[in-house]
């Protein structure tokens, strides 16, 4: 018997809200048992039980709310005994990119050599984009700074909101093969140190996959933005991480550091050519999610997690996730409502690469039709979840009896 479930924890109340899917109430009568620890589906005919993962303690006298929903399943509230700790992230670049440390950066997509090992004297955080526009705001005399640029010297990494930058100049890189090559992404522009253009016109793409990974800056400056290269200690050894759940996991670490910094939590997801593709409006970072499949037999149990995530059948780990509600703004859509965002002060602007935004608002699709369609939408606004952090396999696993 399928035991097919959705629970998401909030870590900052010590509540929960169950959704056991549809799935698992096709053999009714059913009796529906919550435990501390595991949870109950018994009809006549069969039964199915799923274990929560070591640390999530259910009250089950806490219980209201309760409610079936066609096409979503049983809706019911409950508190938390105690409060599972929250994952580790699957990858940290501002906390693992240290000074005085020898790295290798790698293609994220197909985990080709990047940049050979490199030892940086100084990792420093860049001011915001518009910084030079707040200095013209502050300054009652001319901005000293009109004619600087903040590029770094050969030993530096300058980390952006969703770039890092290096200067390339007698850059130890991997063999002729093996390199990153620059194009234009206009036909009839040529390239070379002299008639370098504007970083509009420049990107730098991964020579094995053709993946866009940044744009240079100028004839020693490139930029990386961080949803596609992957920076590694060079004494460890290199492991890959599924596409989907590190753009998902930066993505949410950019929107989580800026609405921390920032007091903002509106946000435009822009192409690197300018375009808006996605109007994201964070809503809370202190939910945990639980999800389990039910059985391989079960196949239109459509799970959150998505084949990256999850085994081909039973349960998946505890993520740690970021709630947002969302717009696409591809083709026109919401085109009035993405150009009063792009004017108004209070919305923060996050540049990618293109095909970044378009893999983006995909994951986002498919993580919202994934969800009880109940709370799919809010208003007009889609709603979703951002995956950034996962729990450790041994010790969040399920078992299904």
Excluded at 276 to 293: A, G, H, M, Q, R
Excluded at 369 to 378: D, F, H, K
Aim: hydrophobic residues 35%; charged residues 20%; contains cysteine.
């Amino acid at each position: 018997m399928v035991c097919a479930f959705l629970l998401e924890i909030r870590r900052g109340t010590q509540s929960a809200l169950l959704v056991i899917r549809e799935a698992s109430l096709r053999n009714l009568p059913a009796d529906i048992s919550v435990a501390p620890g595991r949870l109950e589906v018994r009809s006549s005919s069969a039964c199915g039980v799923a274990a929560l993962p070591p640390g999530v303690s259910l009250a089950p006298s806490s219980c209201r709310g309760l409610r079936r929903l066609h096409g979503d399943g049983l809706h019911l509230h409950l508190r938390l005994r105690d409060v599972p700790r929250a994952p580790e992230l699957v990858y940290n670049l501002r906390e693992s990119l240290k000074a005085q440390k020898s790295y290798i950066f790698y293609c994220q997509t197909c985990g080709d050599i990047i940049v050979k090992e490199r030892k940086f004297f100084r990792v420093l955080p860049l001011p915001s984009e518009n910084w030079s526009a707040l200095v013209e705001e502050w300054c009652c005399h001319p901005n000293p700074f009109a004619r600087s640029t903040l590029h770094p010297q050969h030993d530096d990494c300058f980390l952006g909101e969703t770039f890092l930058l290096l200067n390339s100049r007698n850059e130890s890189y991997v063999p002729e093969s093996l390199k990153c090559s620059s194009e234009t992404e206009h036909h009839h522009t040529s390239q070379n140190d002299s008639t370098l253009k504007s970083k509009e016109n420049t990107r730098v793409i991964c020579e094995r996959c053709k993946t866009t990974l940044g744009e240079t800056v100028s004839s020693d400056i490139v930029k990386y933005y961080v949803t596609e290269v992957i920076v590694w200690p060079s004494e460890e050894s290199f492991s890959t991480i599924p596409r989907s759940q590190f753009i998902q996991s930066m993505v949410a670490q950019c929107l989580l550091e800026l609405s921390s910094a920032k007091s903002t939590f509106r946000f435009t997801i822009k192409g690197d050519n300018g375009r808006i593709y996605i109007l994201i409006w964070l809503l809370n970072s202190d939910t945990l999610l639980v999800e389990s499949s039910g059985s391989s037999s079960s196949h239109s149990v459509c799970t959150l997690f998505g084949d990256n995530f999850m085994p081909s059948c039973g349960p998946s780990g505890m993520w740690s996730a970021v709630k947002v509600l969302y717009q696409p703004c591809i083709n026109n859509r919401n085109k009035d409502l993405a150009d009063a965002w792009e004017n108004d002060f209070g919305v923060h602007p996050l540049k990618f690469p293109s095909e970044t935004c378009l893999e983006l608002l995909l994951m986002l699709s498919l993580s919202t039709a994934s969800l009880p369609p109940s709370i799919q939408r809010m208003n007009s606004f889609q709603f979703t979840c951002f995956l950034s952090s996962k729990g450790n396999k041994n010790e969040n696993s399920f078992k299904l009896g």
